[in-house]
């Protein structure tokens, strides 16, 4: 069973736009969630996190938001940049962590 | 400033090869893990060891084995290799497990069963 559902495969923004790439969970037990960046042949990079207890983390042009009573977390990229684009995977952490399937980024000059 | 270093980053196998998947690490890390990533299912567990001379099973151990070398080393094992463990397999390492630390990932191996 997928506990992090990442249900748009593919986003495609303008650059100086916003990118919004969303992630939902299913189990309440998650307490620290983080956002990794792919490039590829590269190995996944950590991007930015939240703990359970923020419902804000914000780290220049990346912006995180969880929303507990829906289990839905977004990532805000504003202004968009073409070196955006790569994929963007969900993590949620409660012991194991857990990963999302990704979400393709596309940011077109 | 290495990192995460895997080894290899290609291999193709035939059914019922083994073969066996080098990570090292050199952040003094305490806990390393072992993934694999297939198109529309994100980064999975297979293995993970907590600290040095513990491993444990993660999502889908099946098929698998690893080993916590030492601290530095973990290393995963295909005893007879099947086509469905073609896949991108990818090594990290955290200074704990359980926590908020973040993961560091190596580049990944690219394995395919024939």
């Known amino acids: 069973d997928q506990q992090v559902k990442q249900n748009s495969p593919s986003l495609s923004v303008q650059e100086g736009r916003i990118s919004i790439l969303n992630c939902d969970y299913t189990?309440?037990?998650?307490?620290?969630f983080l956002w990794y960046k792919k490039y590829p042949a590269e190995g996944p990079t950590f991007l930015i996190s939240i703990s359970s207890i923020k419902d804000k983390n914000e780290d220049g042009r990346f912006t995180v938001f969880l929303n507990k009573s829906a289990k839905h977390l977004s990532l805000h990229i504003v202004p968009s940049q073409p070196g955006d684009s790569a994929v963007y995977f969900c993590?949620?952490?409660?012991?194991?962590?857990?990963f999302g399937a990704g979400t393709r980024l596309t940011v077109k000059p | 400033n290495a990192g995460v270093t895997q080894t290899p980053k290609f291999q193709v196998l035939k059914t019922g090869q083994s073969m066996t998947l080098q990570c090292a690490q050199d952040m003094n890390h305490n806990s390393m893990y072992w993934y694999r990533q297939d198109p529309g299912m994100g980064l999975r567990l297979i293995y993970y060891s907590a600290s040095e001379g513990t491993t444990d099973k993660g999502e889908v151990p099946n098929g698998y084995n690893v080993s916590r070398l030492n601290k530095r080393e973990f290393s995963l094992r295909l005893e007879s290799a099947a086509p469905s463990q073609t896949s991108v397999y990818f090594c990290?390492?955290?200074?704990?497990?359980?926590?908020?630390?973040?993961?560091?990932f190596g580049a990944g191996t690219r394995l395919s069963v024939l």
């Open positions: 189990n309440s037990m998650f307490d620290y």
């Open positions: 990290a390492s955290s200074l704990s497990w359980g926590t908020s630390d973040r993961q560091y």
């Open positions: 993590a949620a952490s409660g012991g194991d962590m857990r």
